[in-house]
């Protein structure tokens, strides 16, 4: 099983690394296309919007909500009865997802006033903000359709991961960012407004996706027609399943999106700010722990079919022990190198020096929830392959009010930056609460083994800080040096913190073996 589970999610880190690779190329473009500016800031909260609601409808809470059942259907062999449960299901989510698309590009304007109450308020009193809610309300009408493209895109990654093809699913993403790059050069040019252009990318973006993933179901025979099939048994499951999922798997989506609404009030450029420190906060978070939650979720629902309490623990164990290996560092290198970064990816064009100082805060500030971030990703996953939706929905909402109570404290002596801090806050609360609910059920608790493996990689990311401060040359210095230098410069510190890292734990008595499940 170890075998297995390291390459997949081998697989699944290459592919998402070829993503998040043309992710941060996509964002440099719209950084130098746009900076930090209103435009800037309207795009990304236009962007934000059906990205927030394919949480709730793909590849968060109905993913899982859908695995444990489709593991369910395909371990009883019968694949007509499987090929039934995916129709069923596809249909019930295609007609729910079809009508709040609709609802979204008529109403616009409503979801606008709500989620930009800043722009709204100025809209009406004819404040210098107004503009801004006439953008957005555009740019919406054309990114929502995005949703429901994205929607099938993530039922299709579903189960071409439940039969063990996670290779598509990881690459499809692909697409977004080459048709978002695409139209940032060649049509944004063009237009007026940029960021129409923009808008457009994502909508292709969507539209290629989703007629990727087809040829790849037909293969596997899991290309059906859909049916409408509410009161379905396996669907009345999966919705069943998936109405607490709705909270409980987006708290960290509806944590961003009140973000965006406070942002919505404070200097423009907060918005962006946050964006570009989100987006390198992304990168690894994907790379590793959402990489690593993908495999171990239908590991995890086999387990629990099988009913092998032991190897569900140990396969537990193994995700842990994989996300603090690669999390720790992950962490560190992002807190200590913020702004070369920032330098690095996007500071030229609109992108401005004081854009990456203002940036490199709030990534700090996010960088410091990252480790927490991962563990969720982790241990949800051990509640939804057991079908156990409402507890995290609990745990959720205790998260949810501690980040409204955090923003309304930090957001009012620090800005935007105090978003950020909330943030990464609330995700420490919610994955605290995740790991002592399992540890109560006795379904996981962390080994002896597992600990002394922390400290070893918590000292070897002291020695990794310790040699980059050591080696990272003055702020001013890169200030003054060209793109190629910076360039070099952040690579070789990249490369110095990991074989600092690597040969430290490696000293320690960290080993393949402590890589590897008991299964």
């Not at 609601?53 to 259907?73: K, M």
């Not at 903000?129 to 039922?155: N, Q």
């Not at 490369?495 to 890589?515: D, F, K, N, S």
């Amino acid at each position: 099983m170890s075998k297995r589970l390291l390459r997949s999610g081998l697989i699944v880190s290459t592919m998402t690394l070829v993503s998040r690779v043309l992710g941060l190329v996509r964002d440099v473009v719209v950084a130098n296309l746009m900076g930090a500016g209103a435009a800037a800031d309207v795009f990304f909260f236009a962007n934000k919007i059906p990205n927030f609601l394919r949480r709730l409808f793909a590849e968060g809470a109905f993913s899982q909500a859908f695995v444990p059942v489709l593991t369910e259907y395909h371990a009883t062999g019968d694949m007509d009865k499987t090929r039934q449960l995916i129709a069923k299901a596809s249909g019930t989510l295609g007609v729910l997802v079809s009508i709040v698309t609709l609802l979204g590009i008529l109403g616009s304007g409503v979801v606008t006033a709500l989620f930009g109450a800043g722009w709204f308020i100025d809209w009406l009193n004819d404040g210098p903000a107004a503009p801004k809610f006439e953008l957005a309300s555009l740019l919406l009408k054309i990114t929502f359709p995005y949703l429901w493209f994205i929607t099938f895109v993530a039922l299709s990654g579903a189960i071409l991961n439940t039969l063990g093809k996670f290779a598509v699913s990881s690459f499809t993403p692909v697409f977004l960012n080459v048709a978002i790059i695409g139209c940032a050069l060649f049509l944004s040019p063009q237009l007026a407004q940029p960021e129409i252009g923009l808008a457009i990318g994502v909508f292709l973006g969507g539209l290629i996706q989703f007629l990727f993933q087809i040829p790849f179901l037909i293969k596997e025979g899991a290309f059906v027609r859909p049916q409408w099939g509410w009161n379905d048994p396996g669907v009345t499951k999966i919705r069943t399943l998936m109405i607490p999922a709705l909270f409980g798997v987006s708290v960290s989506q509806i944590n961003l999106l009140f973000d965006t609404f406070i942002a919505s009030f404070l200097a423009t450029g907060s918005i962006s700010w946050l964006y570009y420190s989100d987006r390198l906060l992304e990168f690894p978070l994907g790379l590793f722990g959402i990489a690593i939650a993908t495999v171990i979720l239908p590991a995890l629902s086999r387990k629990h079919v099988e009913k092998t309490s032991a190897q569900f623990a140990s396969t537990m164990d193994w995700g842990v022990r994989m996300v603090l290996l690669l999390g720790i560092p992950a962490m560190l290198g992002l807190m200590v190198l913020a702004k070369p970064m920032l330098m690095v990816l996007f500071m030229r064009g609109e992108f401005t020096p004081v854009d990456v100082e203002q940036a490199s805060m709030s990534l700090l500030a996010y960088a410091s929830g990252l480790l927490n971030f991962m563990l969720i990703k982790v241990l949800a996953p051990g509640y939804y392959a057991r079908q156990d939706t409402k507890t995290p929905v609990r745990f959720g909402i205790i998260a949810m009010i501690t980040n409204m109570f955090f923003n309304a404290i930090f957001a009012y002596f620090y800005g935007y930056i105090g978003l950020a801090m909330a943030t990464a806050l609330s995700a420490l609360v919610n994955a605290a609460l995740l790991y002592r609910g399992l540890h109560m059920a006795n379904v996981y608790r962390v080994t002896k083994t597992t600990l002394w493996f922390v400290a070893r990689l918590v000292a070897g990311g002291i020695a990794m800080v310790a040699s980059l401060w050591y080696l990272m040359p003055e702020m001013s210095v890169w200030l003054g040096w060209h793109l190629g230098h910076r360039v070099l410069w952040l690579a070789g510190l990249i490369l110095a913190g990991a074989t600092v890292y690597l040969l430290t734990v490696t000293i320690l008595g960290v080993r393949v073996h402590h890589l590897r499940t008991d299964s």
